[in-house]
């Protein structure tokens, strides 16, 4: 029955080389298990299934261990509870009854009980600030609570009024500073009251220091220069006569106005003004510090600083479980963590990754009650510098994508071995159930070799071909197809998203549309009439010289033959590094023309030396620059510019097609020009009906290809121009007026780190060239006889 076939080939499929045994061909069956359990073996090897992964073995440092927490710290801490007649730390010998004892306590419950002692000595209060008050946070009334801004630089007008500056992106991409009305303490904006430059304001800077002054809290501000102080009551504002002494109030979290009360908010690890709030240490952590002192000066120590930092960490995450609970999401993937080199790969393609950097800085609020200050007992400051940053590197996504593009080429050819296995195993059982003839399995082998002999040696350097050029290309095109951009993204997670980066070059009105959609229609219309010019200009300029110098008329033909080929045999790059310099506004040939009297001419005229904005019409094109001729760099003539480089490009690329001319014309028939002669056709008409359409026949596909090459000619536009003038602007897509696609995509990629839309550009390109060029050779006489 039929079903028996399918069924072997569905074995063959999951156990490649199964198939073959059911049909009883166990060498077929052993060559394609081997490749099979190959497959296997790469992903087993590459892989940690069969290992339990923790994402807290990634955080710097390591444990200070259950038995240092036995013999170490609770030593220390006995002994202590010794000198004291016995009496312990009350919550701590709670602790211990809770875990029976001793004996059971690790260094996980030990911070666990260091989390739990600080959470409940450091608790979320709001403090009067004149009367010392404490009240807990979740008793306070925040109804009608006004954040006081208390460090923060405004400016002041002759009126009285407060203003507080911004920046603002305006829709041309370029920013504007803004300076819009504030109140002094509470920073509420007035937008209808908004100032465009700072003329007339002077600087008001708020320092952030509370000062307490005949039973008012006070803030000293700098007016100016002068130092004043504003009650933070009324606002109202004084000045203090210099000699009398005025107490400074330490705050240091942030300031509330309640009721006609000024209350400070604390929050530990709260960062405010730039400073973390500290947690509190408690008589237990003193305990704590006096043992990890003893352990830090015994010579021989084998404990880091990395070590505490790890241990800081901890307790910071048991503190805010939801923080850890994140961390150990994030970093404990099986996928990233445990999956070998295929089943990563893949996820690697579909998810690009999935865990963002993150940089752990919260632990520093433990900083004072871990580490201690100066004048705390037991202070390990002099000994433990703790890694006040601890970054956590996540999935990123450029590494992510290239290993799986690597493991998916891989993979496709240990699949074209099991689509093989699957196809003959069908085809062999089919075989079998019509009664027809199979090959044993030595013959099929041999006749395999015979057949395939050309692809069996091709497949080496098709595998390599795979990983060296496939790949990289493939790699290219996907990021199209992602929001990959900046320097950051390289070290960072990106996201596919789909065709929105080619969506947004056809929407002029908001996103990477409003900047980098216009661009591109601007650079791909100047690249089309670039490539055009650039290719026709030297090909009519090679076919002109070839004409002449193969006229018998001409003498010392090989002499000028030499001279002209010679813009050709130096290297471009040189060459457009000279015309760069030559061109230049202060260059030579400027100097040539002010020498010979040209300035005045062009002066006279109105091309030179008047001011662009007072031309109107026509004369706007003929504009040369304000105090020198511009060639490569008028801001106000982009055209004249794109003129200069498309006249300089017939230097560079003439010589090469009047060399390849040549050759053709002299391969031409003589007896062409003889029958045409008798005809009576002048040279002219011999030109046309001879010469060109010979000459184009042969060159025809040459002529194609420098199109394509001019479209993505690099060299001329950036070495010369830059791909100035107006270049640089994020408004324009940091495109500049000589920009061709191709430079523009390196400055993209280079300078600014766009790779997305660089890549979409790429690929844009890719199909127009590509398909254009494949027409057009399509339907050359040359392509169409072959």
């Known amino acids: 029955m039929k079903v028996f076939s399918i069924i072997k080939a569905i074995a063959s499929g999951l156990v490649w080389g199964l198939g073959q045994v059911l049909n009883k061909q166990f060498l077929k069956a052993f060559f394609f298990f081997f490749f099979f359990a190959l497959f296997i073996s790469i992903e087993l090897f590459t892989s940690k299934y069969f290992e339990e992964t ?48 001793e004996e059971n306590l690790t260094e996980a419950l030990l911070i666990q009980f260091i989390a739990s002692d600080l959470k409940k000595n450091n608790p979320i209060v709001y403090i009067n600030s004149l009367t010392n008050v404490i009240i807990p946070a979740e008793e306070f009334e925040t109804e009608g609570r006004e954040h006081l801004f208390r460090r923060e630089t405004l400016y002041l007008d002759d009126q009285g009024i407060y203003y507080v500056e911004r920046d603002v ?83 240091i979290g942030p300031l509330y106005r309640v009721n006609n009360m000024i209350f400070e908010y604390i929050e530990p690890g709260l960062i405010y003004n730039s400073v973390r709030l500290q947690y509190k240490s408690t008589p237990f952590l003193d305990t704590f510090r006096q043992s990890m002192l003893y352990t830090y000066t015994q010579p021989g120590n084998a404990f880091t600083d990395n070590d505490y930092t790890r241990l800081m960490l901890k307790v910071y995450f048991e503190l805010n479980p939801s923080i850890r609970d994140h961390f150990l999401d994030e970093y404990n993937d099986f996928f990233y963590d445990r999956a070998g080199m295929f089943v990563r790969g893949y996820w690697g393609v579909i998810t690009l990754g999935t865990t963002s950097k993150i940089n752990y800085t919260g632990h520093m609020s433990l900083n004072n009650a871990l580490i201690g200050t100066s004048t705390s007992p037991y202070s390990l400051a002099t000994h433990i510098r703790p890694l006040e940053e601890l970054p956590f590197r996540g999935h990123v996504s450029m590494m992510v994508l290239l290993e799986g593009l ?60 795979g990983f060296i050029s496939i790949m ?36 002029f009105t908001s996103g990477l ?130 003129a200069t480089l498309v006249v300089v490009n017939i230097w560079l690329g003439f010589p090469y097609f009047m060399a390849l001319m040549t050759g053709v014309m002299t391969a031409i028939d003589a007896t062409l020009y003889e029958a045409a002669d008798i005809d009576g056709a002048t040279k002219f008409q011999k030109i046309i009906k001879i010469t060109m359409p010979l000459v184009l026949y042969s060159t025809a596909p040459i002529l194609i290809m420098t199109f394509s090459g001019n479209f993505n000619n690099f060299g001329v536009i950036y070495f010369i121009t830059g791909g100035g003038p107006n270049t640089g602007l994020a408004s324009r897509g940091f495109a500049g007026d000589t920009d061709i696609l191709i430079s523009w995509m390196y400055k993209l990629t280079v300078e600014y780190s766009i790779y997305n839309m660089a890549s979409v550009f790429s690929v844009l390109i890719f199909l127009f060239v590509g398909s254009l060029t494949a027409w057009n050779l399509s339907k050359t006489r040359a392509f169409q006889e072959d």
Do not use: H
């Open 54 to 101: 923790d994402a807290m073995d990634k955080i710097v440092g390591k444990d200070f261990s259950d038995q240092y927490v036995q013999l170490g710290f609770l030593a220390d801490y006995n002994y202590n509870k010794f000198l004291n007649n016995g009496v312990g730390y009350a919550d701590f010998e709670d602790f211990l009854l809770e875990i029976d004892g």
């Open 169 to 251: 992106t305006l829709a041309t991409g370029s920013n504007q500073k803004q300076y819009v009305e504030t109140t002094l303490l509470t920073g509420e904006l007035n937008e209808d009251n908004i100032r465009f430059n700072r003329e007339g304001l002077v600087v008001y800077r708020k320092t952030g220091e509370i000062y307490r002054y005949q039973g008012v809290l006070y803030l000293r501000v700098i007016n100016d220069g002068s130092f004043e102080y504003v009650n933070l009551l009324t606002e109202a504002t004084i000045t203090i006569q210099p000699g009398i002494i005025v107490p400074v109030v330490q705050v």
């Open 406 to 465: 690597i493991a998916v080429i891989l993979s496709f050819f240990f699949y074209i071995l099991m689509f093989w296995s699957v196809s003959d195993a069908y085809k062999t059982a089919e075989k079998k159930r019509r009664k027809e003839k199979v090959l044993g399995d030595r013959k099929y082998f041999a006749n395999v070799y015979e057949n395939s002999f050309e692809y069996i040696v091709l497949s080496p350097a098709v595998f390599v071909l």
């Open 472 to 507: 990289p290309i493939v790699f290219g095109f996907v990021i199209a197809f992602t929001n990959i951009a900046g320097n950051e993204s390289m070290l960072e997670t990106f996201d596919w998203v789909g065709l929105r980066n080619f969506f947004a070059l056809f929407n």
């Open 513 to 642: 549309g409003a900047s980098f959609g216009r661009a591109f229609w601007r650079v791909l219309g100047w690249t089309v009439i670039w490539a055009v010019l650039s290719t026709f200009t030297v090909f009519f300029g090679g076919f002109f010289q070839a004409l002449v110098l193969n006229s018998e008329k001409v003498v010392f033909r090989k002499l000028w033959r030499t001279v002209l080929i010679l813009p050709w045999a130096i290297p471009a790059l040189l060459s457009q590094m000279v015309f760069s310099v030559m061109f230049n506004e202060f260059g030579f040939i400027n100097q040539f023309l002010q020498d010979i009297g040209v300035y005045p001419i062009l002066q006279n005229l109105g091309m030179l030396g008047v001011n662009f904005n007072t031309l109107e019409g026509f004369a706007r094109y003929l504009y040369l620059g304000q105090d020198n001729i511009q060639w490569f760099s008028n801001p106000f003539n982009p055209v004249f510019v794109r």
